[in-house]
């Protein structure tokens, strides 16, 4: 009917699309929405599909957000329950502390019992003194005693009684020398036999025999040979003391290193961090700072750190089949080369740990692993480089129940880590355990039983050290005398003193002989008073040492309280022992403690002072637990619906969870939203980016031809065309160089995806594609945020990335016919009236009409425009009337009264519409 065609032909599709222009141009303010409304057609994609895909990545995106709030929730709990940890290890030092403090108190008051007998010796001191100056007196005593005696002397009867008494004297004097000299060799003797004694305990070889020594029908000269052999097994002795000495000392020094060592890695263990070997926590850290340094995602892992068992059955059979091999670094294939970098930088300091070639692993060929007796089968990774990395070196083992099958496979193993390899049957190490949840817990038991026994071995050794001291002390001691010279001299003093005593009672028969001459007994009655006297003196004398002796009393006294407080002083020690037992990690806290505290106190004073702190320090632990603590596990439980221990006792569980969350659902949720990406980059690829290209070329050439229709309208002075170009925009310019590359072809299959990028070389491009996607995943997170917060933050949505009008600006270029000048509509029109710049609408409008019309010369050139000119001037509206005109365009245009001026000479037919309420009336108006 309208001369075009029919609606379903391309040219009837046009007219459709262009014809409305004119009803609704007040709303168009800018030229973007111009375009988008009259000009362009929207992109013919499905974007339901991406859409689809998009919702799916913000879910995963989603579930991964929430897994990684749980993340924090449960690092959050962990933080606060070594918070609490401390705060128990307080009471339990200052309960570890009390106790201690007890134990020394009952030593301190031991110690002042020592301090009396010191006093005690200080008066046998003084005793002593006396007993000089009463010996002074009894010598004068002596003396008168002498002279009686020299007038009995002078008598001849007597000196023949004062020559035997005198040979009485004298061999008793030898006779007493000798005893001594006898009292002496056994006193020698008795201390060789200590020091033999405390060397046998301590399984130091005596080459003496010192049986000859002590039998009393051994010759002489068997005594001096024996004796001289003593002298050299002491001096070889002496060497064997020092060394044995020098060896538990260093092992001393040892095992403080070893404890130090063992207690750090309990701290770090209980901490819920699982300890590695260094060399392989070097490497890992290194290759993370590093992809970090760069901007890229943190993902180097140990190979231990990435599995669990299927069957914890054969772990100890995995950890020895591994052996090293566990700590091999794991890395992503696209960050091999930068994790290789570090890896060769750090030279010697790696001792044997590995970097996987994840690279080529993954592009081996892939061997499906399908008999589930293979050890690979008793370990499980959500890491898909972990899991190909232990089909590569377990698939091929297999697992015997029985040490009889092992020889019927090339490599067998059994769970009690015997192996069969190369012909050759091993049983492997057991080793400590890294894989699996339960790993660190079991390393914690482990190291807990070895500081146990390390400090045994320590108590042990501190003994066998004071046992070396005191055998040292008592070596020298003898040797560094004249012991052993005066054994030799005194070994035959025993039997001359038992000859001479058979001499000295022969004298006294005769000397009782003497004594019976009535002269005599005269004198030796004046010999008795001055014996007398001298009595007194020895009276007095015996005061003084029976006070000496009560000194001695007292001592002895002082000895015995000692002897009860040494009960105190043990059950002291049987409660400090019984609590260290639980707190074995707080001794050397605890020791250092009281040594700080015992600087301004006494022991009692630091059991009363800290008594009370305990007391404090619980409360404290207490509010800590239920108002911080326990108040996140009970948010976790109930949000996560488990039911794990409140307190310290979830401890294990709430750091089991966190490591299996990040080890596990962490990494199986980044394996999920990864695909997803991939797939929805795919699809962008094969439906999106080749299609948007295709449209901007259309549009190209739509444009091209719209512009050969507008170089042939005026308006007035003026002619318009339109200008189009990428995106001045920083980043759509990336995206629209990246849709035009030449790179960009079409893909019509999935399978033709793989081939165009094996023989595309374009790395560049590539890389691009993948920032392009990076930009949508970023608004696709926000999304997800978005949706978790109910806070906007201005995400894009999918459409937009896939309108291929969003890549490219767009103007009208203005040209003066009288002046030649040339400007941008966009930069002039916040300077002119809305009429000024509707204008170029209007021209646009009929260059789109005219190229439909153009096509048929038999059509009726309809133009209709609703509240024409609504913003222009008269003087505006007239160029634009003769335009349409010329034109020959067939005009139906309802406009205002005030327009009505400019618009009634150009038209053939008028008619007034007026409208009152609901109703309308229209009539023919014929003018003025």
């Not at 009726?860 to 609703?866: C, E, K, P, T, Y």
């Amino acid at each position: 009917m309208l001369g075009i065609g029919d609606a379903d032909s391309q040219i009837g599709k046009k007219f459709n699309e262009v014809f409305h222009m004119g009803t609704s141009l007040e709303d168009i303010n800018d030229i973007r929405k111009f375009i988008y409304t009259y000009i362009l057609p929207e992109p013919e994609i499905n974007v339901e599909i991406l859409h689809k895909d998009m919702q799916e990545l913000e879910r995963l995106q989603e579930i991964l957000e929430e897994a990684q709030e749980r993340e924090k929730l449960l690092a959050d709990i962990n933080e606060k329950m070594q918070v609490a940890k401390e705060l128990d290890s307080k009471v339990k030092v200052n309960e570890a502390l009390v106790s201690y403090a007890k134990l020394q108190d009952a030593i301190e008051q031991q110690e002042e019992e020592n301090s009396r007998i010191l006093q005690a010796k200080s008066t046998i001191k003084i005793c002593e003194n006396k007993l000089q100056e009463l010996n002074e007196k009894e010598k004068e005593a002596d003396k008168q005693l002498y002279n009686a005696r020299k007038d009995v002397d002078d008598n001849q009867e007597n000196k023949a009684l004062s020559y035997l008494e005198e040979e009485e004297k004298s061999k008793s004097n030898e006779y007493s020398k000798l005893i001594r000299n006898a009292a002496k060799f056994d006193e020698i003797l008795e201390q060789m036999q200590k020091l033999r004694k405390q060397l046998v305990l301590l399984n130091i070889d005596c080459k003496w025999n010192i049986e000859i020594i002590e039998d009393e029908d051994a010759s002489l000269e068997e005594k001096l040979t024996a004796i001289k052999v003593s002298r050299e097994a002491l001096s070889d002795i002496a060497e064997a003391i020092k060394d044995n000495d020098a060896a538990i000392r260093n092992r001393l020094k040892e095992l403080r290193g070893e404890l130090d060592e063992l207690l750090g890695k309990i701290k770090k263990l209980e901490a819920g961090f699982m300890c590695y070997p260094k060399e392989a926590e070097l490497v890992r850290d290194s290759i993370n700072n590093k992809l970090i340094e760069l901007g890229r995602q943190p993902n180097a892992k140990l190979f231990c750190e990435l599995l669990y068992m299927n069957d914890l059955q054969w772990q100890d059979a995995v950890e020895s089949y591994l052996n090293n091999q566990r700590f091999n670094i794991i890395i992503a294939p696209e960050d091999y080369l930068i994790a290789k970098t570090v890896f060769v930088s750090l030279q010697d300091s790696v001792r044997g740990i590995g970097l996987v070639d994840t690279v080529r692993l993954m592009k081996r060929n892939n061997i499906t692993v399908s008999n589930e007796k293979m050890l690979a089968f008793t370990v499980e990774s959500k890491n898909p480089y972990a899991r190909a990395y232990a089909d590569y070196l377990m698939g091929g083992v297999v697992c015997c129940e029985t040490k009889e099958d092992l020889e019927l496979y090339k490599k067998s193993i059994t769970k009690d880590r015997l192996r069969y390899q190369s012909y050759c049957l091993q049983r492997m190490h057991r080793l400590e355990r890294y894989i699996g949840i339960d790993a660190l817990q079991q390393q914690l038991e482990n190291s807990k039983t070895l500081l146990k026994d390390k400090r045994q071995e320590q108590q042990e050794t501190e003994n066998r050290k004071t046992q070396y001291t005191v055998l040292d002390n008592m070596h020298r001691q003898f040797i560094s005398g004249n012991a052993l010279l005066e054994l030799e001299e005194y070994c035959g003093a025993k039997k001359e003193a038992d000859k001479l005593y058979a001499s000295i009672s022969e004298i006294k028969k005769q000397i009782e002989e003497f004594k019976k001459n009535p002269i005599l007994m005269a004198m030796y009655n004046r010999v008795e008073e001055c014996e007398k006297k001298h009595s007194e003196l020895i009276g007095l004398i015996t005061d003084v040492k029976g006070e000496q002796l009560n000194a001695e009393n007292l001592i002895n006294n002082a000895k015995l309280v000692i002897g009860g407080l040494q009960q105190n002083i043990d059950e002291a020690q049987e409660e400090y022992n019984l609590i260290i037992k639980s707190h074995a990690a707080f001794i050397d806290v605890v020791e250092k403690k009281y040594n700080e505290e015992r600087k301004t106190k006494k022991a009692s004073a630091i059991v009363n002072n800290f008594g009370n702190r305990i007391n404090q320090d619980l409360s404290a632990f207490n509010k800590y637990m239920n108002a911080d603590l326990i108040p996140l596990q009970r948010k976790y439980t109930g949000t996560y619906a488990c039911d794990y221990p409140e307190g310290l006792d979830g401890d294990a569980r709430y750091q089991q969870a966190y490591a299996s969350l990040i080890n596990i659902a962490l990494e199986q949720h980044k394996d999920a939203l990864k695909k997803a990406q991939i797939r929805c980059k795919e699809r962008f690829r094969k439906e999106v980016l080749f299609r948007m290209k295709d449209d901007i070329l259309r549009a190209r050439q739509q444009f091209r031809g719209l512009n050969k229709v507008m170089e042939h309208l005026s308006y007035g002075e003026e002619s318009y065309r339109f200008s189009i170009d990428g995106s001045k925009d920083k980043e759509m310019s990336i995206f629209y160089n990246i849709i035009m590359d030449k790179d960009n072809q079409q893909i019509d299959e999935e399978n033709e995806i793989m081939a165009f990028l094996a023989t595309n070389e374009s790395k560049i491009f590539e890389s691009q594609i993948e920032e392009f996607m990076q930009r949508i995943m970023v608004d696709v997170e926000n999304h997800a945020q978005e949706t978790l917060t109910g806070q906007k933050n201005g995400a894009k949505s999918i459409s937009t990335y896939v309108d291929y009008r969003t890549y490219l600006d767009y103007d009208i270029i203005v040209k003066n016919a009288v002046t030649g000048l040339e400007v941008q509509l966009s930069k002039v029109s916040g300077d002119g009236s809305g009429g000024e710049n509707q204008a170029p609408f209007y021209v646009a409008i009929c260059a789109s009409l005219l190229q439909i019309y153009q096509q048929n010369d038999n059509c009726i050139r309809l133009v209709l425009l609703d509240e024409a000119f609504n913003n222009m001037t008269s003087d505006r509206i007239e160029p634009m009337m003769k335009m349409f005109c010329d034109l020959n365009l067939q005009l139906v245009l309802i406009a205002t009264p005030e327009k009505c001026t400019s618009i009634f000479p150009y038209c053939d037919i008028t008619y007034s519409i007026v409208k009152h309420g609901s109703r309308n009336a229209i009539a023919a108006f014929e003018g003025v």
